[in-house]
């Protein structure tokens, strides 16, 4: 494990931390009065806008973990050791970084907020995506660069422009201006490309890279201007506390640009050997034909009874894109949704047995399962005749992605569907078992081409090492 300059302190400091939030925490569930512990951790979302309720607050001090671990991972600083001797672009992205996530932390400090205090986080977000155009230089293609410095500086435009309206008391203006709106869709056209470049770069670590991607998936869910409807039960308004939860996990964007800035501050480390590829044994192809024909089945159904989609505007899991996060999430649930439909996880199956890497096979039964789980939620969660179904805005929002026709509700108000998404779900959980059993052991003998590490031009014809050799 790498050491950091400033560990023990950092540790230190978000101990206490955590400490005062489970504190706070304990009093709040003593007492039925959470004043505290939302001051301490969520900064403004009181038991006004959700009100005290047991298991809420135990969210609350979870995400107040969460803070004082991104907290420590944000102060610890540069890893131990010698300093790098850096270029000068290198040391103007280190010291804007910084300069971003102490803007960012002086938000969550316990005073008043005032609106220009994102100013300097937005202007210096100008600096920063230059200076990453300027240091990734000779790592990602120019082409790459320039759409990614275009969207970074667009981005950086719209988030200032929207600061000042603000200030102005545009609200409107300000809505409209902010990335948010659009999703963070012009955010993430940067951050891609920079995410691509660090993962090229051996100055990044992988966990550097790794927690830009959760911080990528928090951007990309985080609601916009999209979807504003939502049904809770109770007085509980779930879309407000799916909101306070993307706040806890927005500590990764931070936590990504403080350990951008700290593995910049290090001596390059010595690339380790590259590993070899583990590929699987070869199965007979009548078994690994039935893992991929599985998810045909159902679908073939679906499309014989004119319905393209796996679950369509029905359940939680739907709800869940189309009520409480952003437009472009939506959007690629209804993608998503559509080539569950046709079959589409059978070319994915298909390209797995294929190659048999390990980590391909990982990939492809994580996502069977996943899909599986979704598809068992939603069939517990289905009712009938929704909610939304009362209100004409919601109803053209829900279904204006599918082809008119396809889910006009019926004289009772009743919604036809295809198959039960756990058919879906049998079809693809039995696909990702048979995908373990046949391809999931592993073998301790090691490749011949695996000698070759570490000799330039060694082993290049076949670098993949066996799983299994039975």
Known sequence: MRRHRFGRIAALLAAVYVTVVVGSGVLALTTGDPTLLRE???????????????????????GGILLGWGYWQMLRGRPAGPAAVNARPVRLLRAALYISVACSLLIRLPIPYQWWFGLPGDLVGFAIVWLFFVVLAGVLPRWLRVAGLVAGLA??????????????????????LSPYWLGNTVLLLWVVPVLIGQARDPRWSRGTVRMGMAASVVWLLSPGGGSTFSFGGGDIDYRLLVVVGLGFVGVFGMVWMARSAHDLGGPVPVPAPARPVQVAAARPWPLAAVVVALPLIPAAVNLAGGMPVWIGPRGAVDEFFHGYVSHPAALLWFAVDLLVGVGAPAVLILVAVVRRTRRLLR????????????GVVTALTS???????LIPEMTEERLGLYPGGLFTPGKN??????????????????????????YGARSGSPHPAAAADGVPGA??????APLDQT
Request: aromatic share 10%.
């Open 40 to 62: 301490i951790v969520t900064r403004g979302w009181g038991a006004d806008l959700l009100p005290f309720t047991w298991w809420i607050e135990l969210l609350i001090v979870a």
């Open 413 to 438: 108000g009743e919604i036809l569907f295809g198959l039960s998404p756990l058919w879906y779900g049998a079809a693809l959980a039995a696909s990702a078992l048979l995908l373990l059993l046949l």
């Open 459 to 464: 082993g290049r014809q076949d670098r993949r």
């Open 155 to 176: 981005n950086a435009a719209m988030q200032t422009a929207s600061t000042l309206a603000w200030g102005a008391g545009s609200w409107p203006v300000a809505e409209n």
């Open 383 to 389: 009712i009938p005749e929704p909610d939304w179904l």
């Open 363 to 374: 990939a492809t039964m994580a996502a069977l399962t996943l899909a599986a789980v979704a």
